[in-house]
């Protein structure tokens, strides 16, 4: 595998569930992000995280919480989110901060 | 408040064109700066990154930087029906968020065959 994974590509969930998304990247960097995409508002950052260290919580809400065991692996556990949540995230990775993004394909989440 | 501004669009060019995207950032301190190609429902990728003033070119692409008047700016030459997608343009800044990427809303271009 090359580049950066994210997993899963899509998910569906309530309002009571619990889940979590899972990136990981091949390219040997040091800094990954949780980016949130809505339609018709710019990327937003969530989370910035540097050699498994987090750097920069956006304030974002705490029924998001990131976890970063390994410079290659980054999660985002979800639960009791709220419909406005729905959106797609994108994780990235780079060098390092501030350096060139390298994004996942994604993952599409909708809270029902 | 950080931010970057970007003509939404769509901006619309015949193939073979020069297609100019434009954008414009606030913080003055900024050091960085990028071009993101998202085609539609995919995830964005790198296109160009600048840091000097001037011009930078690759291939059909040109990216300009005037930091005075705050302005960056991508060109694509012979405009390819392939280039259709939306273009994001991202800034960063130094201090405490020198880690954080700030994007624009994104340009949509659309090139006509």
């Known amino acids: 595998e090359t580049g950066v994974t994210q997993t899963p590509r899509h998910l569906v969930m309530g309002m009571t569930n619990k889940k979590s998304l899972k990136c990981e990247q091949h390219?040997?960097?040091?800094?990954m992000y949780w980016y949130k995409q809505s339609a018709k508002k710019p990327l937003e950052l969530m989370f910035v995280?540097?050699?498994?260290?987090?750097?920069e919580n956006n304030s974002v809400p705490s029924r998001f919480s990131p976890e970063c065991p390994n410079s290659s692996h980054l999660f985002l556990h979800l639960h009791t989110l709220q419909p406005e949540d729905s959106a797609l995230y994108l994780c990235?990775?780079?060098?390092?901060?501030?350096?060139?993004?390298?994004f996942g394909e994604g993952s599409r989440l909708t809270v029902l | 408040q950080k931010e970057v501004e970007q003509n939404s669009g769509p901006l619309s060019v015949p193939e073979g064109a020069i297609a100019s995207l434009n954008c414009t950032y606030s913080d003055r301190v900024s050091q960085s700066f990028f071009w993101y190609r998202q085609y539609s429902g995919k995830s964005p990728e790198l296109i160009m990154s600048i840091y000097s003033n001037g011009d930078k070119e690759d291939g059909r692409f040109t990216a300009q930087l005037n930091k005075a008047s705050q302005y960056v700016s991508l060109l694509i030459r012979d405009s390819q029906p392939s280039d259709s997608a939306t273009y994001l343009c991202a800034v960063n800044g130094y201090g405490g968020s020198q880690g954080n990427l700030i994007f624009g809303k994104g340009t949509k271009l659309s090139v006509k065959p």
């Open positions: 390219l040997g960097h040091n800094a």
């Open positions: 990235a990775s780079s060098p390092a901060p501030p350096g060139e993004l390298f």
């Open positions: 995280y540097n050699f498994k260290e987090q750097t």
